[in-house]
């Protein structure tokens, strides 16, 4: 697991490397290796408790929900990675959905427009973040819930609470359509992690925003003009749950006014519990791949053993909060305990 | 059937308020004795009478879907209102207050704009305030209409959590109407007017059962986990499914009445239970999800039930998809209304309105279907075109 760099311009995983004298593979390594062992315990349970879990059926839901959850986590990922945090999503997804909806009334012909329209939408609350953040110092936090409340807001005086209109056809590949047996939006995923992984890990791009994230002062007097860094990865956050948003239209064909009334915390939750920090600057995009892998197999089966909603909030609780507890580092008695046990062995 | 449908910090903060008003309840039950208006302990009047009004809305679902259906033990009296027979306290008009939902989906638009157009038609001045479907901010909603001494209060119950408010507004000589969903008996409306739900969860589950002759495996969906809409629906519908021995409930699930969420759950359904014979559900709008999945599936989609939306009417014209759908009329908030006024006037009314609506099955979607309406418009309804026209719904 890397840390938080106190340089800057380095790569991510060669600081906490050279502290420790360990070959960077091995940092990699380790660092995947809860939320793996997580994600192969979860394989096992699931192969044991609903055998028919394997099936190219079941498979094919994991697979779609990997697309769903995945999008919107790797753009969780760089705000995470620059100390912030994108409460918006859930809204963001919503909000594209009803502008579909509402902008083409099922017309093919109204498409680019309305597409360009969700997109405009999805850069602008990026950019609403981001200055909210930069310019006027609000939490992450708060900033981003704020403008989920504001998106609820906008999408139920737009639509007097009733948006309705259905997706137009030509967008239901997004959704439904299959490449190789695989669903389409796993395709997106795919593709966007590779990309995401290139920029973090072999561009300059992806240095600066480990160098944000890590420690904003030295990277601004390095001459990284880190306001961009960050507001480019709000904006890039909410461009992809705009995608996520156009794929949820396409999957179901109608406007679910639901969506935008979700606060969707899965995207957060896949880049935690893959081992992405808090705290900014420390996380790795493979991480955030085995999150999502996770997150999914841990939903599909829940559903497929038929426990009840009570059960599945539960387990979903109890799996971030092992992972999170793992990712904190190796299980150690608190420090008391540890005096007492000293003094014990002393006397 | 998508009323009260709660964000996660909603949900935390209606926590929190349950917690507060439980802790005021505690308080108060030991000190006080209850307002007589309560009902329950009062003699029952023309209880005969009242009955049959109760059991007319089982009688006919009953007709209309072609099933038995045992009416639930409900002790509906007369109230007698001559107590609460007053004046317009402010000019020559009476000021009525709406704590609504809020517009937060097309029932919640309908409801209130039902509600505003009849109080036009009946010359009485609203005092309106949304909740936005969240239980916390209607306790405040209630604290601010009740300062503004409205003639009567009409309230569209967002959760339990809003008795304690409720029964203060009573005690400063407010007579309440709990209009779409009830509330705890001590918390001192006079008259609650509202589409049962237990007759809603029962009489899905006993056309489902008619369908399945008896046997087979169902799979339950409801919309949110541990609202009440929902819950209760849920609760009569497996008491019915429990008189049928070979009928086996292999899992309720959550839809959160939304299309999207049914989808993913009905493909799970599909491949976990591949013999489902029925699906109970109690929404229409989850109901869209449920033949999207099935029918990509190549799989024909087993018989279902839920409240009738014009999306999924217009979804399932010209398959051979067996349903059978009935309602929770947003328009009840007009009859609401009118038992206020009643109650005003020292008119006796019930201290349990309960709503009936029509209900169909498949073979009578095409008189139902508004092709010409939006997805949203719940079916069937009683507002006029021109209302419709300006809401959008047609």
């Known amino acids: ?347 | 059937m998508n009323r009260t449908r709660l964000t996660t910090t909603g949900r935390l903060r209606a926590a929190v308020a349950v917690a507060g008003v439980a802790t005021l309840l505690l308080a108060g039950c030991s000190t006080e004795k209850e307002d007589p208006s309560a009902g329950g302990s009062g003699e029952c009047l023309n209880a005969d009478e009242a009955q049959a009004e109760y059991e007319k809305a089982w009688s006919t679902a009953s007709e209309q879907l072609d099933v038995d259906l045992e009416p639930v033990a409900e002790d509906v009296c007369e109230v007698d209102t001559s107590d609460w027979k007053a004046d317009p306290k402010q000019g020559d008009k009476y000021r009525i207050a709406f704590a609504a939902q809020g517009p937060t989906n097309s029932w919640g638009l309908t409801s209130e704009e039902a509600f505003k157009a009849h109080a036009k038609e009946k010359d009485v001045d609203v005092l309106y305030a949304s909740a936005n479907g969240d239980a916390t901010a209607q306790v405040d909603n209630i604290q601010q209409l009740t300062s503004q001494q409205p003639d009567a209060l009409v309230v569209v119950p967002m959760g339990e959590g809003i008795a304690g408010q409720v029964r203060a507004a009573v005690k400063q000589g407010i007579p309440v109407v709990a209009c779409s969903g009830v509330l705890p008996d001590d918390s001192g409306v006079v008259s609650t007017v509202t589409r049962q739900y237990d007759l809603l969860g029962a009489m899905y589950a006993e056309w489902l059962a008619k369908q399945l002759d008896g046997k087979g495996q169902v799979a339950m969906l409801s919309g949110l986990a541990g609202v009440p809409t929902a819950e209760y629906q849920a609760a009569a519908a497996k008491k019915v499914f429990k008189k049928y021995p070979d009928i086996k409930v292999v899992t309720q699930q959550y839809t959160e009445w939304s299309p999207s969420v049914a989808k993913t759950v009905a493909a799970n359904l599909l491949s976990k239970y591949p013999k489902l014979a029925g699906i109970w559900s109690d929404s229409g709008y989850g109901d869209l999800g449920v033949v999207q999945a099935y029918t990509e599936a190549g799989k024909d989609v087993p018989p279902l039930t839920g409240d009738a939306s014009n999306a999924f009417l217009k979804a399932v014209k010209g398959t051979d998809v067996r349903f059978a759908l009935s309602s929770f009329p947003p328009e009840m908030s007009t009859t609401c209304l009118d038992t206020a006024l009643k109650i005003l006037d020292g008119e006796s009314v019930l201290n349990k309105v309960y709503i009936d609506s029509p209900s169909f099955t498949d073979a009578k979607a095409s008189e139902y279907v508004r092709e010409e309406c939006s997805d949203n418009l719940l079916i069937p309804t009683s507002l006029s075109d021109a209302l419709l026209k300006k809401l959008k719904l047609c």
């Not at chain 1, 480990?210 to 709000?234: D, K």
Request: hydrophobic letters at 55%; one cysteine or more.
């Open chain 1, 1 to 347: 697991m890397t840390e938080p760099t106190g340089t800057v311009e380095v790569s991510s995983e060669s600081t906490p490397a050279a502290a420790t004298g360990m070959p960077s593979w091995q940092h990699r390594a380790r660092a995947l290796l809860a939320p793996a062992t997580g994600l192969l315990a979860l394989l096992v349970i699931a192969a044991i408790t609903t055998p028919h879990f394997y099936s190219a059926s079941v498979i094919q839901l994991v697979l779609f929900q990997i697309g769903l959850i995945g999008v919107t986590a790797l753009g969780q990922t760089f705000v995470l990675l620059v100390a912030g945090i994108d409460l918006s999503v859930g809204g963001v997804t919503g909000l594209t959905t009803v502008i579909i909806a509402v902008q083409t009334g099922g017309d093919a012909a109204a498409l680019p427009g309305a597409l360009l329209l969700a997109l405009g939408a999805g850069i602008l609350v990026g950019l609403v973040n981001a200055g909210l953040v930069l310019l006027r110092d609000v939490p992450p936090f708060v900033a981003t819930f704020a403008v989920f409340v504001l998106i609820q807001g906008v999408v139920i005086a737009w639509t007097k609470g009733a948006p309705s209109g259905n997706v137009p056809g030509e967008m239901a590949w997004m959704g439904t359509g299959k490449l190789l047996g695989v669903p389409t939006p796993a395709w997106f995923f795919l593709a966007l992690a590779v990309a995401t992984w290139w920029v973090l890990s072999r561009s300059t791009a992806g240095r600066r925003i480990y160098a944000t994230g890590g420690n904003r002062r030295a990277a601004q007097l390095s001459g990284i003009r880190t306001w961009m860094v960050i507001a480019s990865c709000y904006v890039l956050c909410a461009v992809l749950a705009v995608l996520t948003g156009l794929v949820n239209a396409g999957y179901v064909g109608y406007v679910d006014a639901q969506l935008s009334r979700t606060l969707d915390l899965n995207s957060i939750a896949a880049a935690v519990v893959g081992g992405v920090g808090l705290a900014g600057g420390r996380g790795r995009i493979e991480q955030t791949v085995l999150g999502v892998l996770l997150l999914a197999v841990m939903l599909t089966w829940l559903i497929q053993l038929g426990a009840g909603a009570g059960a599945q909030m539960l387990v979903s609780g109890i799996v971030i909060l092992g992972a999170v507890w793992l990712q904190s580092g190796p299980v150690r008695p608190p420090r008391a305990l540890r005096a007492i046990f000293v003094k014990g062995q002393a006397s």
